[in-house]
């Protein structure tokens, strides 16, 4: 199972200029469960090829939301940037494997 | 009590004309709209211009004046022109005359620049910031524009001119609605958490394109109302816009201080209005304001062709690795050594991820994006000319027939000027926040 079939919707925007946001909204209780305990922020950094220590994450039950922030990938309008408005990461996240 | 009308995110994403006229109905005390961001890219603050057009925003901009006239109340703008450079101040307040003259009304302006000399931020004792990029002096001065993030208190010397129009250049999203509140003596945590949420206009509601929103601040908390026919806000989407575009839910840094909202507690007080109480400020020991810098990181060119044999589809890596190779050498037997860059990007297979995509769905066909970045407009024509042979007719084997790719455009090559780099991630602290910032009221 993927994080796609669990969740309502995955978002990512940047946090300005040199952070990258994932909000994952998980819809209910259950679906917010399954995904605080399956799926890990190694994981997460391993998709992302970034190293685990700076990615920040928040489990926030009450909104039923995993959100992930972490120094953007590339520099937001860098050469090497491909998105810039970086909504083009969610879509990695959203197909990553379930514990 | 303070009540502050919000037409939109932004000025140039448009509102809902009929929304806008209810606010003004409700007696603001002020209306407050963003100008601008960086989530378009370096390149408006690199250049110092608007996102936007001059008509559109003229045509917005003109409806935000009669709001003001018909309220009675000021109109403040943060960010102006996308960037808030000076020269997108300057911009603002030649439209702004404009439409004064042409609606035969009179209004007193104050402007408030936020331009920085790279030169001397260049000297200057800066922090960087999480996440920020390696700089030196030397790359800090070759900045085209630098500008310092104002907030609330810059906008309240704004304010105290009496101005019935202020054109600010770069601010924080939420200072050009938190100085009035907070110059009444509202609840300093209840209002920037009402600015914050305020900020994206009706983007914490149901309905979020229709833009219009209705601010109101206390001495305990605040109340968001959208205003647009079946926009709701409740307290799920109240709550949940903490999330959007911050790296942090529950804090968020201004000037002076910052806010946490972990406390927070919304309350529905109706099917479209939700209360809020509990967020804090805390106050800084320092007063910081962060800079925003671009400077030019070459000149591009680029190319563009499309591939529709399944052969060739399949194998479309390959052929991209292949001929940057082969193009390399070309550029040194042709041109000598040169600093450039070259980038082919696999539209259906790796465009939009590079390297971290590593199960892209197959495609029938796939465009192949040439990007070349070079030092001067003149180089990185040169050598994306010197790829045209190869995106027309480069074979996979030397064994097969020479194929033919489909280009889009003659001349295949696009000029695109230069690209702008971000540069800046960092914080200047000041003595009063005035030091770096400059207000103006206008004759």
């Known amino acids: 199972m993927i994080v796609r079939d669990v969740v309502t919707k995955v978002r990512s925007k940047n946090a300005g200029p040199f952070w990258l946001t994932i909000d994952i909204f998980c819809g209910t209780p259950d679906a917010f469960a399954r995904i605080r305990d399956g799926l890990s922020t190694d994981r997460v950094a391993t998709a992302l090829a970034t190293d685990p220590a700076t990615i920040k994450r928040f489990d926030i039950a009450p909104l039923h939301v995993v959100k992930f922030s972490l120094p953007r990938p590339t520099v937001q309008g860098a050469l090497d940037d491909r998105d810039m408005h970086g909504a083009g990461w969610a879509p990695l996240i959203a197909e990553l494997d379930l514990n | ?443």
Not at chain 2, 24 to 37: F, T, W
Not at chain 2, 157 to 163: E, F, K, P, V
Not at chain 2, 419 to 441: G, K, N
Request: aromatic share 6%; hydrophobic share 40%; charged share 20%.
């Open chain 2, 1 to 443: 009590m303070t009540r502050i009308l919000i037409p939109s995110g932004a000025l140039g994403l448009g509102y809902d004309q009929i929304a806008l006229d209810r606010g003004v109905a409700a007696r603001p005390d002020l209306i407050a709209i963003d100008g601008g961001s960086t989530d378009s890219g370096p390149s408006y603050l690199g250049r110092g211009l608007s996102k936007y057009t001059r008509a559109g925003t003229k045509a917005e901009w003109a409806g935000l004046i009669r709001a003001r006239q018909a309220a009675g109340c000021p109109l403040v703008i943060g960010t102006a022109g996308t960037c808030g450079t000076d020269s997108t101040v300057d911009w603002l307040v030649d439209i702004t005359h404009e439409i004064l003259t042409e609606e035969g009304l009179t209004a007193k302006i104050a402007t408030l620049k936020c331009e920085q000399d790279p030169a001397q931020i260049a000297r200057a004792a800066l922090t960087a910031l999480p996440g920020a990029p390696d700089v030196d002096p030397d790359t800090i001065a070759s900045c085209t524009h630098i500008v310092a993030l104002a907030g609330a208190e810059q906008i309240m010397a704004a304010l105290d001119t009496g101005a019935d129009i202020i054109i600010a250049g770069r601010t924080t999203d939420t200072a050009i609605i938190a100085a009035l509140p907070l110059q009444r003596g509202d609840h300093a945590g209840a209002v920037w958490h009402g600015a914050k949420v305020g900020e994206c206009g009706a983007l914490c509601a149901t309905n979020p394109q229709s833009g219009v929103l209705l601010l109101d601040t206390d001495a305990t908390g605040f109340t968001v109302t959208p205003l647009a026919d079946g926009a709701r806000a409740t307290p799920h989407t109240v709550s949940a816009h903490m999330l959007y575009e911050n790296s942090d839910p529950f804090i968020l840094h201004e000037p002076g201080g910052y806010l946490d909202v972990t406390d927070a507690t919304y309350t529905a007080l109706d099917d479209r209005s939700v209360r809020v109480t509990g967020a804090e400020w805390h106050i800084a020991d320092a007063y910081t304001v962060k800079l925003e810098g671009a400077r030019i990181a070459g000149y591009q060119t680029v190319a563009l062709v499309t591939i529709r044999d399944p052969h060739y589809v399949a194998n479309a890596a390959a052929w991209c690795d292949d001929i940057l190779q082969k193009h390399a050498a070309k550029v040194t037997a042709r041109m000598g050594p040169q600093d450039y860059d070259c980038q082919l990007r696999i539209i259906g297979q790796t465009a939009t991820l590079g390297a971290l995509d590593h199960s892209p769905a197959p495609a029938s066909e796939v465009g192949v994006l040439a990007i070349v970045t070079a030092a001067d407009q003149a180089t990185a024509h040169d050598i994306a000319k010197l790829l045209n042979p190869y995106l027309l007719h480069h074979p996979l084997t030397r064994d097969e027939e020479q194929p033919t790719f489909a280009f889009p455009f003659s001349p295949p090559e696009i000029d695109k000027g230069a690209a702008y780099a971000f540069v800046l991630h960092h914080v200047m602290t000041l003595r009063d926040p005035m030091d770096a910032f400059r207000l103006e009221v206008l004759a």
